[in-house]
Nanobody, 126 residues
Framework: QVQLQESGGGSVQTGGSLRLSCTAS????????MGWFRQSPGKGREGVAA???????FYADSVKGRFTLSQDGPKRTLYLQMNNLKPEDTAMYYC????????????????????WGQGTQVTVSS
């Protein structure tokens, strides 16, 4: 059973920083096909940042230059460093993974971000 434990959310002022963490268990951890989505009230889910099936990070335009994705494989942990936070970054942030990533052809097959964590709230005040 896939388990994704997120942490690191909180409340900060505009311009502040937070680092989200997601520790994964219950599946074969790979260094690709994992990332972060977010959702705020009245808005749909938005992909924030993720490692694609080639292990390359990609970012939403709205966070490029401010957010950085990283991971610690031995710890099975994914991180999202968020700097220069803005009120529009306020949302519930979800860690997502493709639990079947080990069966993909890296760089050829697409990721299916089917497993989601419970989310961690990020609130940025002006």
């Amino acid at each position: 059973q896939v388990q994704l434990q997120e942490s690191g959310g909180g409340s900060v002022q505009t311009g502040g920083s937070l680092r989200l963490s997601c520790t994964a268990s219950g599946y074969t951890y790979m260094h690709y096909c994992m990332g972060w989505f977010r959702q705020s009230p009245g808005k749909g889910r938005e992909g924030v940042a993720a490692f694609d099936s080639a292990g390359n990070p990609f970012y939403a335009d709205s966070v490029k230059g401010r957010f950085t994705l990283s991971q610690d494989g031995p710890k099975r942990t994914l991180y999202l460093q968020m700097n220069n936070l803005k009120p529009e970054d306020t949302a519930m942030y979800y860690c997502v993974v493709d639990p079947a990533a080990a069966g993909l052809l890296p760089g050829r097959d697409a990721c299916n971000y089917d497993s989601w964590g419970q989310g961690t709230q990020v609130t940025v005040s002006s």
